[in-house]
C-alpha cells in the first residue's frame, strides 16, 4: 500500500522531474558571458544548434534549461512579473503561450532589421520569432498499413479508421489536456475542416491512445505497438524516420499545421546581447543548415524547400502547407472558457466513439 | 536738378528699399504658410479620424461578435468566444489585444481581470474609449448584452481593447502623405504667385525705364501706357512738369522782359551822360544833369522792383508762413517808404485799430506790397495818402487812400500783369508795382480790391483772410 502511493506519488512528479533539467555548456574558450535559455526543445534535438553557436562564439557559456511548456509559461509570467529572475531566451513550442507572454509585454522588442529574412508568420510586433518550421504530420508502420493504402489526408485517414477493430488501440496521438503543442493543432485542425469531427469519432471509435509527447507515438510506431500516429511533428518523426525503416511520413495533402517554434527575449533578461545573437546565428546561413540536416527543425525562411526534399515529396503539395501564423488569433484558444468548452467537447467526442 | 545728380539716381536703382515684388512676394509666402499649417493640422487630426474610424471598426466587431456568443447553459453564463473575433483583431497585426467579459454580478467571466471598464451604454450600444493598460494607451470598445433567462438576468459587459501601434503608423502615413501634398501644392502656389506677381508689376517696370530714360531737358508729358494703380503717380509727375515748365518759361520771360526794360532806360542814361561830356554850357549841363539823375532813379527803383518780384514771386512758393501783425506790417511798410522815398513828400497818415489784427503770411512779401501800395499812391494820386488797417470777422485789410481820381478802369482790370505802366519805367514807378501787390495777395489767399472814394479820391485794399 505504501509502496503503491510513493509510485503513485513518483508517477505523478515524474514528467515534471524528467523534463525540469539544465544542462551546462561551457565556453568554448575562456567564458566571457553567459546566456540562459529556457525552452521546450529535447537536449538531443537543440544541441547541435547550441554547440554550432558555441563554434562560431566561443566566448559564450550557455545554460540550456528544459521545461514542459505549461511549467516555462508560468516561469516566464513570474518573471514578467518580477518574481523570479528571467533567462535571457525563451523558447517553446507552445505558439499560442507565447503569444501571450508577448502580448501581455512581458518581451523585449529588438531592432527591425534583426531577423529580416524571416516571413511574416514568424514574426510579431518585432518582439516574437519562429524559428523553425515543423509540420503536424501522420506516421505509419509499414509493416502494419501497406504504402498504397496509407491515408494521404485527413479524409484519408478518417475513411481508414472506419475500419472495424483494424486499428482499435493501434492509433495515437497528443493528449491535448496535457500537451501545449497537441492543443494547439487541435484547436487549429477543428477550425480548418469539417473533417475533424469524422476523424475524433474515428480516433474515439479505435480506443486512440493518448501521449504528452511526439517521442512516446514514436516509439510506439516505430516498433509497432502503434499502426498509426496522427498528429506528431515532422521534425521529430523525420529524424526517428531515419533510425527505423519500417515508420513512414504523410505529410497531408489537404492541408498540413505547420509549428514554428517561438522565441522571445523576456524583458528582464540580463544579457539581451547575447541572446539577440543566437536568435540571429538560428536564421544565419549556417544556423539553417544545422537546423536543416542535424534537427531537421528547418527554418521558416526556406523550411517549404527544405522539407520536401527531406521527406521526398512532390513540389506542389507545398501549397497545402498551413504555418500557424504567431499573433492574437493564437490567444482565443487559450481563453480559460474557450478551452473548457473545447476540452469538453473533446472528451465527449473520444467517449462517445468508444462508447 | 543737374544731370550730375540724375545720373547718381540712375546709377544706384535704390536696392535697400523695399521692393514691390519681394513684398507681395513675402505676404504671399506668409499666407500661403499659414494656410498650409492650417492643412497639415487638418491632416494631422485627419489622420487620426480615419485611424481611429478604421480600427474602432475592428474593435466594435470583435466585441459584437463575442456579445453574440454569450449564452446560458444549465443557469450559468457561457461565452464561446469566437475565432473570427480574435483574428479580426489580429488585423491590426501589431497591436497587442486584451479582452474581458464580465458578468451581472461584476465579476470576471474570462479575459484580464484588471481591464477597467466603464458604464456600457446601454443593451447593444457600443462604446470607444482610451485607458492605460499593461504599461500602454490601449482603445477599447465596451459594448453589453441583457440575458432575460429564467434564472441568469442582468447586463454582461464585454470589453476588448488593443493598443495603437497599427492606427498610429496608419494616422502618421495618411498625415505624412498629406503634407506631402500640401507642402507640393504649397510650393506650386507661390511659385505660380510669384511669376504672376512679375507680371502684374511689370507695366511699372516700363514707366522706370520710360522715366530713366528720359532728356533731363525734355519736360513734356509722359506719354505711355499705366496701370490704374500707378496712373495717379504718373498724373503727378506730369503735372509737375507742367509746372516746372511753366515756371521756367515765366522765369524766361521775365528775364527777357527786364533785359528788355532796363536796356531802354540804360541806353538813355549813357546817350545824355555822352552829351553831358561833350557839354560845357552850365545851364544845359545842369539840366542834362538833373535828367540823367530822374532816369537813374528809374532804373534804380525798376531795378529794385524787379528783384523785389523776383524775390516775392520766390517767396510765395517756398517760405513758411509765420504769425504777424497787419498792423506792424503798416508800420514798417510806412516807415521804409518814408526813408527811402523822395525827400519832400508828405508822410502818409496811418490809421490803425487799438487790438492786434492777426493773419498768417510772409512778412517780407507783405511788408514790399504794402509799400508798394504807398508808393502808387504817392506817385500816381495826390496827397494826402492815408494808410488804414481793419479786421472783420472774416478778413483783414490794410488799404491806401489818396485824393486822386484813381486808376483809369482799363488799367484796373490788367492789374497784375507787369509793365502796365507805358515807357518803360516812368520816374517813380517801373509798373511792376501792382503785379507785386496782386501776387503778394493772392499767394496769401486773399485779393486785390480798388474802391472811387465818395467826394473824390482813391483807395486800393489788400484783402487777405483772418486768421483761423
Given amino acids: ?97 507565447q503569444v501571450k507572454l508577448v502580448n501581455d509585454g512581458c518581451a523585449v522588442e529588438i531592432p527591425p532589421t534583426a531577423l529580416a529574412a524571416l516571413p511574416d508568420h514568424a514574426r510579431w510586433r518585432n518582439e516574437l520569432f519562429g524559428l523553425t518550421f515543423e509540420p503536424a504530420v501522420i506516421v505509419y508502420n509499414r509493416k502494419l498499413i501497406a504504402t498504397a493504402e496509407a491515408p494521404t489526408d485527413h479524409i484519408a485517414l478518417a475513411d481508414l479508421l472506419r475500419q472495424p477493430d483494424r486499428f482499435n488501440g493501434k492509433i495515437g496521438t497528443y493528449d491535448i489536456e496535457q500537451s501545449g503543442v497537441g492543443y494547439l493543432f487541435a484547436t487549429f485542425d477543428a477550425a480548418q475542416s469539417s473533417t475533424w469531427g469524422r476523424l475524433l469519432e474515428g480516433m474515439g471509435r479505435n480506443a486512440v491512445q493518448l501521449f504528452c509527447c511526439t517521442s512516446d507515438v514514436l516509439d ?36 498540413a499545421l505547420v509549428l514554428s517554434r517561438a522565441a522571445f527575449i523576456p524583458a528582464g533578461a540580463a544579457n539581451q546581447a547575447d541572446a539577440l545573437r543566437f536568435l540571429e546565428f538560428t536564421q544565419s546561413p549556417t544556423g539553417r543548415a544545422v537546423l536543416d540536416r542535424d534537427a531537421r527543425l528547418f527554418s521558416p525562411v526556406n523550411g517549404a524547400e527544405r522539407l520536401f526534399e527531406a521527406a521526398g515529396m512532390a513540389e506542389n503539395a507545398r501549397q497545402s502547407l498551413r504555418p500557424i501564423p504567431l499573433g492574437t488569433s493564437l490567444l482565443v484558444g487559450l481563453d480559460a472558457m474557450k478551452r473548457r468548452q473545447f476540452l469538453k467537447l473533446w472528451r465527449e467526442s473520444l467517449a462517445t466513439g468508444q462508447d | 536738378m543737374t544731370p550730375v545728380s540724375e545720373t547718381y539716381h540712375t546709377r544706384r536703382p535704390s536696392r535697400r528699399k523695399p521692393s514691390l515684388a519681394l513684398r507681395i512676394g513675402v505676404a504671399v509666402t506668409l499666407v500661403v504658410a499659414l494656410a498650409a499649417t492650417a492643412a497639415l493640422f487638418s491632416a494631422w487630426r485627419y489622420g487620426w479620424q480615419a485611424a481611429n474610424e478604421a480600427f474602432d471598426r475592428l474593435l466594435t466587431g470583435a466585441s459584437l461578435q463575442i456579445v453574440e456568443h454569450i449564452g446560458v447553459v444549465d443557469d450559468s453564463i457561457v461565452v464561446d468566444i469566437p475565432a473570427s473575433a480574435f483574428e479580426l483583431l489580429a488585423l ?149 512738369t507742367r509746372r516746372l515748365d511753366r515756371r521756367i518759361g515765366a522765369v524766361q520771360a521775365f528775364v527777357a522782359d527786364a533785359s528788355h526794360q532796363l536796356r531802354t532806360p540804360i541806353t538813355a542814361i549813357r546817350a545824355q551822360a555822352e552829351i553831358a561830356v561833350e557839354e560845357k554850357d552850365p545851364a544845359r549841363l545842369a539840366r542834362l544833369n538833373k535828367r540823367i539823375l530822374d532816369r537813374s532813379i528809374g532804373v534804380s527803383r525798376l531795378a529794385d522792383q524787379l528783384l523785389s518780384h523776383a524775390m516775392v514771386t520766390h517767396r510765395g512758393d517756398a517760405e513758411p508762413r509765420e504769425q504777424l501783425d497787419l498792423r506792424r506790417i503798416a508800420m514798417e511798410a510806412e516807415e521804409e517808404s518814408r526813408r527811402f522815398g523822395d525827400v519832400g513828400q508828405p508822410a502818409p497818415i496811418l490809421d490803425l485799430p487799438d487790438e492786434e489784427v492777426a493773419i ?109
Fill in chain 2, 92 to 240: 491590426a497585426r501589431e497591436d497587442r489585444v486584451f479582452y474581458r467579459v464580465i458578468g451581472p454580478d461584476g465579476a470576471t467571466l474570462t479575459g484580464y481581470d484588471d481591464l477597467t471598464a466603464p458604464e456600457v451604454p446601454g443593451d447593444g450600444g457600443t462604446e470607444i474609449y482610451e485607458t492605460e493598460f499593461s504599461g500602454e494607451t490601449v482603445r477599447a470598445a465596451v459594448t453589453g448584452r441583457q440575458l432575460v433567462e429564467r434564472n441568469v438576468s442582468g447586463l454582461v459587459t464585454v470589453v476588448v481593447a488593443h493598443t495603437m501601434r497599427e492606427r498610429t503608423v496608419l494616422a502618421h502615413d495618411i498625415a505624412i502623405k498629406a503634407a506631402i501634398l500640401i507642402g507640393i501644392s504649397s510650393l506650386a502656389i507661390i511659385a505660380l504667385a510669384l511669376a504672376g506677381v512679375l507680371y502684374g508689376l511689370s507695366p511699372l517696370t516700363r514707366v522706370e525705364r520710360a522715366l530713366l530714360s528720359r532728356d533731363p531737358n525734355d519736360l513734356s508729358p509722359f506719354d505711355i501706357e499705366t496701370p490704374r494703380e500707378i496712373e495717379t503717380v504718373v498724373d503727378a509727375i506730369n503735372r509737375f
Fill in chain 1, 1 to 97: 500500500m505504501r509502496y503503491a502511493a510513493v509510485t503513485l506519488i513518483a508517477f505523478f512528479l515524474m514528467p515534471a522531474l524528467a523534463a525540469a533539467e539544465d544542462y551546462a555548456f561551457p565556453a568554448a574558450s575562456t567564458e566571457q558571458s553567459r546566456l540562459t535559455i529556457g525552452s521546450t526543445t529535447d537536449i538531443g534535438v537543440i544541441r547541435p544548434v547550441i554547440e554550432a553557436f558555441q563554434s562560431a562564439n566561443p566566448g559564450i557559456a550557455i545554460t540550456y534549461r528544459e521545461e514542459t511548456t505549461r511549467q516555462l509559461f508560468v516561469q516566464s509570467q513570474q518573471a514578467c512579473a518580477g518574481e523570479r529572475q528571467a533567462d535571457d531566451l525563451i523558447i517553446s513550442s507552445a505558439m499560442d503561450l
Fill in chain 2, 360 to 468: 498768417t503770411g510772409d512778412r517780407f512779401s507783405l511788408r514790399e506790397a504794402v509799400k508798394n501800395l504807398i508808393n502808387n499812391a504817392q506817385t500816381h494820386g495826390k496827397p494826402p495818402v492815408s494808410i488804414h488797417v481793419t479786421s472783420g470777422p472774416h478778413d483783414a485789410r490794410v488799404s491806401v487812400t489818396d485824393k486822386g481820381p484813381g486808376m483809369p478802369p482799363e488799367l484796373r482790370a490788367k492789374a497784375g500783369e507787369r509793365f502796365q505802366v507805358r515807357g518803360g519805367g516812368s520816374r517813380r514807378g517801373a509798373g511792376l508795382g501792382l503785379a507785386i501787390i496782386a501776387e503778394v495777395a493772392q499767394s496769401h489767399g486773399g485779393r486785390l480790391e480798388f474802391t472811387d472814394m465818395p467826394g473824390g479820391g482813391f483807395r486800393a485794399t489788400i484783402i487777405l483772410p483772418a486768421k483761423t
Fill in chain 1, 220 to 255: 510506439r510506431v516505430a516498433d509497432g505497438r502503434l499502426a498509426i500516429g496522427y498528429n506528431v511533428l515532422g521534425s521529430y518523426a523525420l529524424a526517428e524516420a531515419g533510425r527505423h525503416p519500417d515508420m513512414a511520413i504523410v505529410v497531408p495533402t489537404d492541408y
